[in-house]
């Protein structure tokens, strides 16, 4: 059983830098593929971006390209998401997950076993 904790959320001033953690507890992190995913109150819970195991091969949606990077220390069982150029549409809650699923459909929620509590992300405009 893996347990996810995200950190780092809060208001931000749009235009600015977020970065968000999440660490990871009761499994061999370094073989799961790591996600984060938001969501809107009301709406889908979307793929944002993902990591495999190793670190070597970072994901992103179409959507976010460009402004987010993903990262993770396997040394400190740790993921982490930083968010450049904010804006106001970036507001939502922010959830990391885990997955030992390496069948390619890192971007589908319903790939990922674990999942942590959420951080919520306001960006003020």
């Known amino acids: 059983q893996v347990q996810l904790v995200e950190s780092g959320g809060g208001l931000v001033q749009a235009g600015g830098p977020l970065r968000l953690s999440c660490t990871a507890s009761g499994g061999t992190f370094s073989r799961y593929i790591m996600g984060w995913f938001r969501q809107v109150a009301g709406k889908e819970r979307d793929f944002v971006a993902a990591?495999?195991?190793?670190?070597?091969?970072?994901y992103y949606a179409d959507s976010v390209r460009g402004r987010l990077t993903i990262s993770r220390d396997n040394a400190k069982n740790t993921v982490f998401l930083q968010v450049n150029s904010l804006k106001p549409e970036d507001t939502a809650v922010y959830y990391c997950a885990a997955t030992n699923d390496y069948s390619g459909n890192y971007y589908r929620a319903q790939t990922y076993a674990y999942w942590g509590q959420g951080t919520h992300v306001t960006v003020s405009s």
């Open positions: 990591i495999s195991g190793s670190g070597g091969y970072p």
